[in-house]
């Protein structure tokens, strides 16, 4: 099982990334999946995860209605679209899949990270 996180850069306050995190040697489908950051001297947070009991997906406050999370299951890729970013939503951003419960957490599958860098 691997996840291969992307997309991350460099955007201005206001602006929009899209982060895609590719999944191998599992069918995406029948995991739940997640996106979680960490800020430079901050523990790890979650930002969204998607059942995979009911698909329905459930965000953090501090992003709802500014981040969507999306499934292209026939390619086996999840993402992460992000507009209007904030200078706090800068950090590492991890993709996370998981077999058993609604939303990964610690001892789930983890991609690598990659970093989100917003300018104000």
């Known amino acids: 099982v691997q996840l291969q996180a992307s997309g991350g850069g460099m955007a201005q306050a206001g602006g929009s990334l899209r982060l895609s995190c590719s999944a191998s040697?599992?069918?995406?489908?029948?995991?739940?999946d997640g996106w979680f950051r960490q800020a430079p001297g901050k523990e790890r947070e979650w930002v969204s995860c998607t059942s995979r009991v009911d698909g329905v997906t459930r965000y953090a406050d501090s992003v709802k209605g500014r981040f969507t999370v999306s499934r292209d299951n026939g390619k086996n890729v999840f993402y992460l679209e992000m507009n209007s970013l904030k200078p706090e939503d800068a950090a590492v951003y991890y993709c996370?899949?998981?077999?058993?419960?609604?939303?990964?957490?610690?001892?789930?599958?983890w991609g690598q990270g990659t970093q989100v860098t917003v300018s104000s």
């Open positions: 996370a899949a998981e077999p058993v419960t609604i939303c990964p957490y610690e001892r789930s599958y």
């Open positions: 040697g599992f069918t995406l489908g029948d995991y739940s």
